[in-house]
């Protein structure tokens, strides 16, 4: 459960009849919303090692979509993150793309991908992935109307795909959080430890500054992290839900490192009333507000990060909790629905 499961989560409260196609399901992973579902999955669902490693499956994905029978069908809404786009609809139904993102293992983090690959995937790369860019590119001429879920991806969409979308946040369960009067000396960082979510950037502007920094998440970076780590980094793998909104109201700022598509975790912080020191590329720039929600820092470097924090020093008495708390409404779940509902109108 996932950002994507979470806004079919909301689809299917906004269309509660509506039926699911995906390529692999696992019952015991998913919301008892979804598993309420009729859901029919794709040939991929019975490979080997499906539910576990169906990534490999992605040259064998066009096809598998292509076999869905969606006649009948008056409004197809796909969750496109993958190759989602690609099905085939009737004539007279109504085809919208919610799209996370177009595929970036096939497009900008492409040579990232391949350099990080195993040696037989690094020479299969080249010419499988420059097929499903064909694939890609056509397949975006069977939707109807995009929808992007932040304004850095409608920009992708046009780069990729020369199409036009409009722009519906996801949504975010805002009413989880609450502020606190008692706020810590530490600062905050949640997520994977992983590569493109950038972890280094924190440890190592923290181990540069010596202020208190927790770190929440666990990844294939964790290990090298604690290694290099200095002691005012605190390192936790897992928080409960509950300890997790007290950390976000508690802390001193969030830091977010990542360029992401979106990023749930800041509009969280915000709803908790603190503030975000973000990476400013990416949805960030859609959801926190520059010297009034958060600060941003203009590069990837530790450098960068750094000279943030100081930043941020200085600007957090002219903090408001309330303008965090305030701000981050406009992603709560009523604004998602009322949106989507505006542009499935005439197709549901």
Same mark, same amino acid.
């Given at each position: 459960?996932?950002?994507?499961?979470?806004?079919?989560?909301?689809?299917?409260?906004?269309?509660?009849?509506?039926?699911?196609?995906?390529?692999?399901?696992?019952?015991?992973?998913?919301?008892?919303?979804?598993?309420? $579902?009729?859901?029919?999955?794709?040939?991929?669902?019975?490979?080997?090692?499906?539910?576990?490693?169906?990534?490999?499956?992605?040259?064998?994905m066009p096809m598998a979509l292509e076999q869905f029978d969606l006649s009948g069908y008056d409004l197809i809404i796909s969750s496109e993150s993958g190759p989602a786009k690609g099905v085939i609809t009737d004539p007279t139904s109504h085809?919208?793309?919610?799209?996370? *993102?177009?595929?970036?293992?096939?497009?900008?983090?492409?040579?990232?991908?391949?350099?990080?690959?195993?040696?037989?995937?690094?020479?299969?790369?080249?010419?499988?992935?420059?097929?499903?860019?064909?694939?890609?590119?056509?397949?975006?001429?069977?939707?109807? @109307?995009?929808?992007?879920?932040?304004?850095?991806?409608?920009?992708?969409?046009?780069?990729?795909?020369?199409?036009?979308?409009?722009?519906?946040?996801?949504?975010?369960?805002?009413?989880?959080?609450?502020?606190?009067?008692?706020?810590?000396?530490?600062?905050?960082?949640?997520?994977?430890?992983?590569?493109?979510?950038?972890?280094?950037?924190?440890?190592?502007?923290? @181990? $540069? *500054?010596?202020?208190?920094?927790?770190?929440?998440?666990?990844?294939?970076?964790?290990?090298?992290?604690?290694?290099?780590?200095?002691?005012?980094?605190?390192?936790?793998?897992?928080?409960?839900?509950?300890?997790?909104?007290?950390?976000?109201?508690?802390?001193?700022?969030?830091?977010?490192?990542?360029e992401e598509d979106f990023g749930i975790v800041p509009v969280e912080a915000m709803a908790s009333g603190r503030p975000v020191l973000g990476f400013g590329r990416?949805?960030?720039?859609?959801?926190?507000?520059?010297?009034?929600?958060?600060?941003?820092?203009?590069?990837?470097?530790?450098?960068?990060?750094?000279?943030?924090?100081?930043?941020?020093?200085?600007?957090?008495?002219?903090?408001?909790?309330?303008?965090?708390? *305030?701000?981050?409404?406009?992603?709560?779940?009523?604004?998602?629905?009322?949106?989507?509902?505006?542009?499935?109108?005439?197709? *549901?």
């Amino acid at each position: 459960m996932r950002g994507g499961e979470r806004v079919l989560e909301r689809l299917m409260h906004l269309f509660p009849q509506a039926d699911i196609f995906t390529h692999v399901y696992d019952p015991s992973k998913m919301s008892n919303r979804i598993n309420e $579902a009729k859901v029919t999955t794709s040939f991929i669902d019975k490979m080997p090692m499906s539910k576990r490693w169906y990534q490999y499956y992605l040259p064998l994905m066009p096809m598998a979509l292509e076999q869905f029978d969606l006649s009948g069908y008056d409004l197809i809404i796909s969750s496109e993150s993958g190759p989602a786009k690609g099905v085939i609809t009737d004539p007279t139904s109504h085809h919208m793309c919610y799209c996370h *993102s177009p595929m970036r293992y096939l497009w900008d983090h492409y040579h990232q991908y391949r350099k990080d690959a195993n040696p037989i995937a690094r020479a299969a790369m080249p010419m499988m992935y420059h097929k499903l860019r064909e694939w890609d590119v056509s397949s975006s001429a069977r939707v109807d @109307n995009f929808v992007a879920n932040s304004n850095f991806i409608r920009q992708r969409i046009m780069k990729n795909w020369r199409r036009e979308a409009d722009v519906v946040h996801p949504p975010v369960e805002t009413n989880l959080f609450t502020a606190s009067t008692e706020i810590d000396d530490h600062y905050l960082w949640v997520g994977q430890m992983v590569p493109y979510k950038r972890p280094d950037l924190a440890v190592e502007a923290f @181990n $540069a *500054s010596g202020k208190p920094l927790m770190m929440v998440g666990t990844g294939g970076m964790e290990k090298q992290l604690k290694k290099i780590a200095k002691p005012n980094i605190k390192f936790v793998d897992r928080l409960n839900f509950d300890e997790l909104r007290r950390a976000y109201a508690r802390t001193r700022a969030l830091v977010f490192t990542a360029e992401e598509d979106f990023g749930i975790v800041p509009v969280e912080a915000m709803a908790s009333g603190r503030p975000v020191l973000g990476f400013g590329r990416g949805g960030i720039l859609d959801s926190v507000v520059h010297e009034r929600t958060g600060i941003f820092f203009d590069r990837q470097t530790p450098e960068s990060l750094a000279r943030g924090i100081d930043e941020m020093e200085r600007w957090l008495p002219h903090f408001n909790p309330s303008d965090a708390v *305030s701000h981050a409404q406009n992603f709560a779940p009523e604004r998602f629905d009322q949106k989507i509902r505006q542009l499935t109108k005439q197709f *549901s």
